[in-house]
Structure formats: C-alpha cells, structure tokens
C-alpha cells in the first residue's frame, strides 16, 4: 500500500511507515508550537516599566554575569538541597541531549532533513563502545576513506564509554528512576499529571526500541525493521505531542530563565 | 486552617468567583506560568512551607490553578482531562476547603520562581487563588476585618491606632529635642512608615528620625499613617481594594513630591508602594521609593557619614519582598560590612534567602494579629483562634531552616529590614533556644554613625 505522498510502500513492516509519517510529524510539531507561541502574543500585555532605579547602579558586566547566575541558581541550589533528584535530573539531560543530537545514526537523520546539520558530523559519536575499543587498544584505523570523518576522531579513546550503548544504559536508569519517583508521588497524593506519564513513558519505550534495534535484538531483518520502524514511530508521537505537553520546556526553558533574567535585572534592576 | 472557612461557602459565589479571576487574569506570563511547568518539583528545596508537608510544596498548591486553567484554556484539558482528573470547571467543597488551605500556606516570597528551572513564580499562581477566596468570601474574618478597616480608611478613628502613632511623634520630639517637620512639601526624603511599625518598633522609627537629623537631611515625617500596614488588601487577594489604598498613597506622596519616599520595612509594602502601585496606574513617579539600607548606602559610598565598626559577628536576613520581590541585595551588605568586620553570610542568602514563613500571605504572627484585634476591639471567636494557632506549625518547621542557619555561622545578631522578618525569626530563635538576637539594622547603625 501506498499512503498518499508517501515514498514508500507500507504493509511490509513499520519502518517505511515510520519514514513516510516524519514530514506530517513535523508539520504537526509547528503547527502545535505555532498555536502555543500565538497564545503568548495574543495575551501579551507591554509591561510598564516604574522606572530604572537611581540608587542601584547595575553595570554591564554584572547584568551579564547575572544572566549566568540566573540559568545556573536552580541547579546549584537543587545539587545542595535535593542533590540525589537533580544529580539525576541533570544527568538524564546532559544524557538525552547527547543522544538525540549527537549519536551518529540519529545525525545522519537530522541531516538527512535538515543539511547543514552535518556541520555538526565531527562531533558523532558511535553506536557502541567496541569503536572505541578497537581505536583504543588495537590502534586500528578505518579502513576505507570516506568523505566524512569517523565517529572516534574527535573523541578518540572516549568513546570507550561516550557512545550509544553505554549512554542508553544511563537512560534506561534514569529513566526508570524518574518513573519510580513519578509512582512514589502517586502514593504520596501529590498532583501528578497524565502530561508526566505520556512523556516518560514514551521516553521510555522508545529508548528501549531503539535500543533493541540498534543491537539486532532478535537477530534479524525483519525485526530490525519493525523495531527501527515503531522506535521512530514513538519518536513521532513525542515530537508531534510536544508542543502539547511538558516536552515544550526544552524550548520554553530559555524563554522562561530570559523572563526572570529580564524581570529581575532589567526592571527592577536587582543590586 | 480550614475549618473556620468551610460552613461559609457559597458555592455559587465561588464559581462566579473562579470565573472572573481565571478569564479575566491570564497575560503572558501567567499563562507561561501555568502551561510551563514540568511538575520537577525543584521548588520544594525553596519553600518554606515544605518542611511543614509536602503537599505545600508550590507545584502542587499551583496545580489548582493549573486545574481550574486547563479546563478554560485547553482542548485536553476540556475533554480528556476531564476524564482522568486533570481539569476541574469548578471546585467540589473538599477542594474549595484544600485550596483555601493551600493559600495560607503560601508568603508569596518568590523562592520557588528562583530556583524553578523553568522560572516559573508559583506565589502568581497561588495569588490567584487567594484571589478567589476572597471574591468568593473565604479570607478569615480576623484578617478581613482589619484589612476593611484599612480599605475604608476608618483605622485612624481607632483609639489605639492614633494613641500609637502620636506617641511615636512625641518620642521623636523628644529624642531630638525640637519640633519634627510634618507634611512637609518638596523635602529631600519623606519618611514613610505605617501604623503596624509604630507598634511593633517604635524604637526603629525614633533611631531613622535621629539618623536623618544627625546627617541634617531636609526631610519630613507623616502627621497621620497611610494604612495599618498597606495595602494589606494585597496580600488578601483584594485587587480592587488594593488599588484603593495604593491610590490614596500615591495622592499623598505626588502631593508631598519628596525627593525620595524612604520605607524602613521591606515587607510586601516596599515591592507595593516601589512598583506595583506606579504599574497599576500608569504613572512614572518623579521621587523614588527606597528602603532605608538603600539610602543609607548610597550615602555611606558618598561619604556623608562614617560607620563606627566592630569585631561583632553578625548576619544578615534577606526580607523576601525587600530582595527577590523588590532587587535590593548589596545596599545592605554595603552597610552590614561597614559595620563589622566579622559580617558572615547566612549559607542561605540572596536569592536563595529561605523565608521566615510569614510576611506577604502569611499575615504575620498569630499573636501579632491577636494582640491588633484586642487594639482594635475585634472580638476573636474559637474558630478563628484555632485558624491562627493552627499558623504556628509552618513558622516552627521553617524557623528550625534559619535558626540551623544561624547557628552554623554563629552570629550573635541577626540584622535584618523587616517588622516580620524580625518577629518570625525572633520566634524561631526563642523556640529553638539559640543564642542570638534579631534586629532591625537601624538598630545596630543609629548609634554606630558618625557624620563626616
């Protein structure tokens, strides 16, 4: 079967589905993400500022360093008061981060959509930590030329431990540890909203998939497809719901801490 | 907290209530903070409601309003939320007696919005809600009886109220020896101060009045206070009354038209009168309005006066509104290190300062409220009484948080720049035994300066 403007045939497994749908994922995504920016310029009300303080005299140097102060007081104050839940909350990000973007099957994806993403090709790193072993320890070096550079030249030696296999290892963990916390909240009565299940859950899972996947788990064609083709599935589900869900904070992050930033700083000129 | 409210609901006054503060109240940034939050509860490490229970934890007192948000503003939230308990149109009565719960367990002291990683100011959210306790008549009598006696201005035909603050100027008199300038137009500062000072730090308000007349400023005291502590309305959840307030201050000082507007307490009155009363109206002030430490500071760097200093060990407490709320952080620390060279930071300080549990929501210290009811004659019934004990349990697990504070840094004075501030902590410090004493800085200052 052939899905309108699709590329390719789908019936045989989830894969050409998978691929088929990416391009209606992301026209979801902005048009999700359109719709929650409009309501923010819709509501928006110009702020009338008192005025710029006479006897606090904020220089520019200091506005600069509290922007950095700003983006970095809820993680210091976290590691001294909650240090076990934000060790691993920072963790899970720095994590997530360097897998989605980073692991070099995922950026032939984005560049295959988005081009000038290869720029960021030297910064790969592999799928499992025998490149790194064998650069490391046999000195071997590839084999054939080819026009990009391989995953261990920048790394080197660290992808022993920097690569795909060992970050999904920390993921799983962290993740599940998130999901424990989430059903400890659960029996301590506190809110929980279904936002923090679909999310994690998904994360979950789709980690898992691509994990499963990657490591031909079973062995062989046909379930590497399928596996590949449902963790790309869920992958879509997650970016085509994130504008709708807790998943728009990696966005909203920036806007939120230039807010404070901006309130604190700017208007009230905090000295 | 809660028991005194319930059997007064008015379950049709609360949905027109709810209606009106939600439709009419969401700008850009409440709705960035109600839609924006990843439910981390990082803010539980700020809070000083926490160690109380974690059910007063900012996310989850916020979520309420979240609830009441998504029902009115999302798809999701209108129908599958509905379903499995994410949105609510309106409140059953054991959730109309949680969120009234809820919003005396706040201070509003921005903590949450400093340490949240998406910047999110729980203390908005919650005001909304108080909000809609008190359109809908759920504020406690005690705390609605004073705050009207303001609103309407009536409190300077109480006896005590006028008894205190003639008194204070008498005191002023005295100490200086001479007449003190009243009303007195177009001076260099104008020194505010509120009925609730003249009672609870009489001593504070002659020290300034001795400082400005050593230093020979051209300054003016007001012959009859603005406000019990106002607007007190604000911290009830009374926009509308609020404004009134605020609009008499701001007639008085445009009439007055002083250089600055100086304020020895940096409670939520020094973010009130310094911003939110020239945003509400529109007006951009030509005086400034400035905390004491403020000016104070600025002198002290332009050399008008010298701070005699000490070995003593001291500290100092960060009043939420004077400093997250209002940006005031090294004016005092100007002073603080001026005056010893044994000034120590708190562990918890600046932006991260842990409150004292009172303050802008929290409404001061029950026996504070209870002494101004007998001032006033308002009689407190049994279930009053019982809320205002019941106010004690948060002040005791917070208060531990800053005495274990102080303790670690072994300040023998606490200095700090609020009435609260110094009441809540004293509390702490008393209850927990610990050896040290809690003052206004002015305290410490009037007679450590010599003019130049």
């Known amino acids: 079967m052939q899905i309108p403007f699709g590329l390719y045939p789908v019936g045989l497994n989830l894969y050409p589905l998978a691929l088929d749908l990416f391009i209606p994922t ?44 700003t983006f970095a007081n809820s993680s210091k104050v976290g590691i001294k008061r909650k240090p076990a839940t934000t060790a691993v909350g920072l963790l899970m990000h720095i994590v997530l981060i360097l897998i989605i973007f980073l692991l070099a099957q995922h950026m032939i994806f984005w560049a295959y959509y988005i081009p000038p993403y290869q720029i960021l090709f030297p910064l790969a790193i592999p799928e499992s930590s025998a490149d790194g072993q064998l650069a490391f320890f046999r000195g071997s070096t590839p084999y054939t030329s080819t026009p990009y550079p391989f995953v261990h030249d920048i790394w080197g030696p660290l992808t022993i431990i920097l690569n795909g296999q060992y970050l999904t290892y920390l993921l799983i963990i962290f993740l599940a540890i998130y999901l424990a916390h989430k059903f400890s909240v659960v029996v301590e009565r506190l809110s929980i909203r279904a936002g923090d299940w679909w999310f994690f859950v998904l994360l979950f899972v789709d980690v898992v ?24 599935l869920v992958a879509e589900i997650i970016i085509a719901t994130l504008p709708f869900t807790r998943g728009f904070h990696m966005f909203e992050f920036y806007l939120g801490k230039l807010r404070e930033w901006y309130f604190m700083i700017m208007r009230r000129g905090m000295k | 907290m809660t028991q005194v409210i319930t059997e007064q609901i008015n379950m049709e006054a609360l949905k027109k209530a709810i209606d009106d503060v939600f439709y009419n109240q969401i700008d850009s940034t409440i709705l960035y903070y109600l839609q924006s939050c990843v439910n981390c509860k990082a803010c539980e490490a700020a809070c000083p409601f926490t160690p109380t229970s974690l059910k007063y934890s900012p996310v989850n007192k916020a979520e309420v309003a979240r609830q009441l948000y998504r029902y009115r503003f999302t798809v999701w939230g209108r129908t599958i939320g509905r379903a499995i308990g994410g949105s609510k149109k309106y409140l059953k009565l054991d959730e109309v007696e949680t969120m009234v719960d809820y919003v005396w367990h706040c201070t509003n002291c921005g903590a949450c919005m400093f340490v949240c990683p998406m910047g999110i100011d729980s203390g908005a959210l919650i005001d909304l809600l108080r909000q809609v306790a008190f359109k809908a008549g759920l504020v406690p009598s005690i705390y609605k009886e004073i705050e009207q006696l ?75 206070p603005l ?60 005086y400034e309005v400035v905390h004491v430490t403020e000016l104070l500071a600025k002198w002290y760097e332009m050399k008008r006066f010298t701070i005699e200093s000490t070995d003593e060990l001291i500290t100092w407490h960060d009043p939420c509104q004077l400093g997250r709320r209002g940006g005031v952080f090294e004016a005092p620390r100007v002073l603080m290190r001026a005056l010893s060279k044994n000034f120590k930071e708190l562990p918890s300080h600046g932006v991260n300062s842990i409150c004292c549990s009172r303050g802008g929501g929290g409404c001061g210290l029950p026996t504070m409220i209870e002494d101004m009811a007998k001032l006033i004659g308002i009689t407190i019934d049994e279930k009053s009484k019982k809320f205002l004990d019941s106010t004690i349990v948060p002040l005791i697990n917070a208060g531990k948080l800053k005495v274990d504070e102080i303790n670690k840094v072994k300040a023998s004075e606490v200095l700090t720049g609020c009435p609260v501030c110094i009441e809540s902590i004293s509390f702490a410090v008393n209850y927990y035994h610990a050896n040290t004493q809690v003052k206004h800085i002015v305290d410490l200052l009037a007679d450590r300066i010599k003019k130049v």
């Open chain 1, 26 to 69: 992301i026209f979801i995504f902005f048009a999700g993400a359109s719709y929650r920016v409009t309501r923010y310029f819709v509501t928006y009300n110009k702020p009338f500022i008192v005025y710029t303080t006479q006897v606090r005299g904020i220089t520019q140097g200091e506005k600069i360093k509290e922007l950095f102060n």
């Open chain 1, 209 to 232: 998939l691509g994990f499963l996947a990657t490591s031909h788990i079973p062995n062989n064609v046909y379930w590497y497809d399928n596996l590949l083709g449902a963790h790309i």
């Open chain 2, 150 to 224: 303001e609103v309407s201005g009536k409190y300077w035909e109480v006896k005590a109220f006028r008894d205190a603050w003639e008194g204070l100027i008498s005191k002023m008199k005295s100490q200086l020896g001479k007449d003190i300038p009243l009303d007195k137009k177009s001076s260099e500062v104008l020194f505010y101060a509120s009925i609730y000072e003249a009672l609870v730090y009489p001593d504070v308000l002659v020290k300034v009045a001795k400082i400005l007349d050593t230093l020979k400023v051209d300054w003016t005291f007001m012959s009859k």
């Open chain 2, 227 to 286: 406000g019990i502590r106002p607007p007190l309305a604000l911290i009830l959840g009374d926009k509308e009354g609020a404004a009134e307030v605020m609009k008499r201050i701001l007639d008085y000082f445009t009439e007055m038209s002083p250089k600055y507007v100086m304020l020895t307490s940096g409670g939520f009155e020094y973010p009130a009168l310094r911003y939110m009363m020239h945003e509400i109206f529109e007006i951009k002030p030509k």
